[in-house]
């Protein structure tokens, strides 16, 4: 297992002392047969920087959140004969290695940075596989840019591709860090990974220790994938070292001969973790900083990152002045920067509105807490303000957290939030505040929202839980509200509500599956149909059967020749 290091640095002008940087380090643990420990406690770790102890400030449990995941696949130094084995592991670790919550983006060398887009949609993510062509050797321009920018001997052009691989390496890693706080994983699809000469004139474009760098600032841990018939790990292989660096410096893994259980291990590496958080006093010089930690309840290893790169003296002093010369005379209302608060499970669900609008159903619930550790904070409500891409305001006002036979009533605050938007981007803002109102952190956003007027359409699924007879019965009807959690014990009972959408208002046909962790087919599922065109099909689904483990609810609607698909994921504890 492994652990991520991030750098939270608070940069201002100041004459009162620094309180220092917060440090933020991802730890995953494993017991001596093997499987995840998911029961420490904040005493159970011992943290050095540098060789000197830190008090560990935090510790967080991190499960059943969607991974991260971006996917690099690099042409230029991939042989055409591994084009199919590449296609083949790729597809399988997309579809059936990641569940239907994770967000992920495939890119290669001369994709533009700017459509950089992690999405739950696969579509992208598998006609880039499906497109992906070795071209290692092969020096023949095949478009415009190859031609005018790509040419030469052939010592020139692999120069060239090399830079163009490394600075797409880059920004796939610097673009992970804008998206959370939390780990994110890089898989770097090649056969050898080059190192550029500096040149002068050429001082800022990336090389291999640029990319250590960025991915370590970014919270992102690199996988680099050989698929070709030697593996790398000779020391004698010039490979290796690049390889090795890139992993190893990042708290990744090498992944060859065995493709298919080096990206199960990629995916598993991202599941379970916790987030340790410490005060660092060291100053504002950018240099390395050597963090180990280590687990004082025998029998328990952990997987860290060897350390992180602080924050220079001029990146605090350039901050800085650009805040103070920026800042405005009169005030100006300026768009929050994206953070997703680990304070909260969000679920977002989509279905037909008014007039070719997207109706969205927004529902939370409070994060959970690893037992043992002193709650600092605890998410009680928010205040959720829903933007259109023109700025319109289409919904402000408190939420609650949602929960088990979760119902709306008149007089208390809604469980839940529903608006319409038009198809596009949508920008949320979320006040998170505690029991006595106060606000403890913020949550800022955005999501595309899918246009649902195609000839055949199905809404985002609904899950409801029930733990007793009594609280089943309250799941009947619009009042209930679903819940944002995707981990239920066996003494629960769920109800999987969506609304599928046919041609001219006539409801499509629908069927759905039960699907095991490795995504082959365990059961089909019975599903009630609505009795009119506004009513929900219905899944009834007690988990009194049910082993220990991961499944998928594999829906489908279809109408003629046309057919969509959908997937909803869960756990299953004793």
Avoid: C
């Avoid at 380090?25 to 011992?46: C, Y």
């Avoid at 887009?117 to 499906?130: G, K, M, Q, S, W």
């Avoid at 409801?507 to 009630?528: E, I, M, N």
């Amino acid at each position: 297992m492994r652990a991520v290091v991030a750098i939270l640095v608070a940069l201002a002008v100041s004459n009162a002392e620094p309180a220092g940087h917060l440090v933020q380090i991802d730890v995953s643990a494993i017991n001596a047969r093997g499987q995840a420990v998911l029961d420490l406690k904040p005493g159970d770790f011992e943290l050095r920087e540098d060789g000197a102890a830190q008090a560990v400030d935090g510790v967080r449990l991190v499960r059943d959140e969607p991974r991260l995941v971006a996917v690099f696949l690099d042409e230029y130094h991939v042989s055409a004969g591994a084009t199919p084995r590449i296609r083949e592991a790729m597809g399988r670790f997309v579809e059936q290695d990641l569940s239907p919550r994770d967000l992920v983006v495939v890119m290669k060398p001369l994709d533009s940075v700017l459509t950089i887009r992690l999405t739950v949609d696969r579509a992208d993510a598998r006609h880039a596989i499906e497109t992906f062509e070795g071209r290692k050797g092969d020096h023949e321009p095949r478009n415009a840019y190859e031609r005018d920018y790509i040419a030469g001997t052939p010592v020139r052009i692999e120069a060239a591709r090399t830079q163009v691989a490394l600075s797409a390496i880059n920004a796939l890693a610097v673009h992970l860090g804008s998206m959370a706080d939390r780990r994110k994983t890089l898989i770097v699809v090649t056969e050898e990974i080059g190192r550029t000469e500096r040149r002068r004139g050429q001082e800022y474009l990336p090389t291999l220790d640029t990319i250590v760098r960025s991915a370590n600032r970014s919270n992102v841990s690199v996988y680099p994938l050989d698929p070709g018939e030697v593996s790398p790990d000779a020391a004698a292989d010039p490979r290796a070292d690049s390889f090795r660096v890139l992993a190893a410096e990042t708290a990744g893994r090498t992944v060859a001969a065995d493709l298919a259980s080096g990206l199960k291990r990629a995916a598993a590496d991202a599941t379970d973790y916790y987030l340790l958080t410490f005060h660092s006093a060291r100053p504002d010089d950018g240099k390395f900083r050597g963090v180990d930690v280590r687990a004082t309840r025998p029998g328990v290893t952990l997987r860290a990152r060897k350390g992180y790169v602080g924050p220079s003296a001029d990146d605090a002093m350039r901050a800085a002045l650009l805040a103070r010369m920026n800042e405005p005379k009169v005030p100006v209302p300026v768009e929050p920067a994206p953070h997703a608060s680990t304070l909260i499970r969000p679920w977002f669900g989509m279905s037909r509105g008014e007039g070719g609008k997207t109706r969205v159903t927004f529902v939370w619930e409070p994060a959970a807490h690893v037992p043992g550790e002193r709650v600092r904070h605890s998410a009680a409500r928010l205040v959720l303000t829903a933007l259109a891409g023109d700025g319109t305001v289409l919904f402000e006002g408190p939420v609650g957290p949602t929960g088990p036979a979760a119902i709306d009533g008149p007089g208390t605050t809604p469980a839940r939030a529903i608006f319409d938007v038009a198809p596009g981007r949508l920008r949320l803002r979320m006040a998170i505040q505690d029991v006595a109102a106060q606000e403890i952190d913020r949550d800022v956003r955005e999501m595309s929202i899918r246009d649902l007027r195609g000839a055949v359409a199905i809404g985002t699924p609904e899950v409801l839980r029930a733990r007793t007879a009594r609280e089943f019965r309250t799941l009947d009807g619009r009042a209930a509200v679903p819940v944002a959690a995707r981990e239920f014990s066996r003494t629960e009972r769920l109800l999987i509500r969506f609304a599928a959408y046919g041609p001219s208002g006539t409801p499509p046909t629908v069927s759905a599956k039960l699907l095991g962790r490795t995504g082959l087919p365990l059961r089909d599922l019975q599903v009630s149909s609505p009795s009119t065109s506004n009513a929900e099909n219905v899944i009834d689904l007690p988990l009194a059967g049910f082993a220990t483990g991961d499944y998928t609810i594999e829906l489908s609607a279809a109408s003629g020749s046309a057919d969509v698909k959908d997937r909803v994921g869960f756990r299953v504890t004793p």
